[in-house]
């Protein structure tokens, strides 16, 4: 490139940021959009958001459906504690029946008793196991166990 087209090429570039500037700066202050607003009065804004799908309520309207959820949660709290009080008099036993297969684990079988309600925790019974030293004593076969069961007595029906 000559030294005569690099200085068109740069003048072109002063020219085009000038004029880019210029509109910048000088230019209308707001943008002139197609669309015309026009003022809707508070009635014809909730008939038109009403018609769209949206619920339209005042404050007073929102702080009393508040105020209702929050008594109805309250009862329902109320009732659910009325339940569990019926609940612990009324213990729940889960009864499951085990498959343990060769290659199976203690951790497996805790995970296993976990899902079906019979213990707790799989952890803590893995550790329990673990503590006794039998982990390696896991005996394939079927097997009934309960969740009134002690965690002793189900480590002593699936272990050796």
Known sequence: MTSKSMRSFAGGLLVAAGLCGAVYFFGPTEATSTQTTEQLS??????????????????????????????????AETEAKTETKTETQEKIVYRTVLRVSKGMTSIDV????Q?????????????EVEQRGVENHLRPGTYVVQSDMTTEEIISIIFK
Do not use: C, P
Request: glycine share 6%.
């Open 42 to 75: 508070k009635d014809e804004m909730k008939d038109l958001l009403s018609s769209e799908g949206y619920v339209i309520h005042t404050e007073k309207e929102w702080e009393e459906q508040l105020a209702e959820a929050k008594s109805s949660k309250d009862k």
């Open 110 to 113: 805790g995970k296993n008793l």
């Open 115 to 127: 899902r079906a309600r019979v213990i707790k925790s799989g952890q803590d019974f893995f550790n």
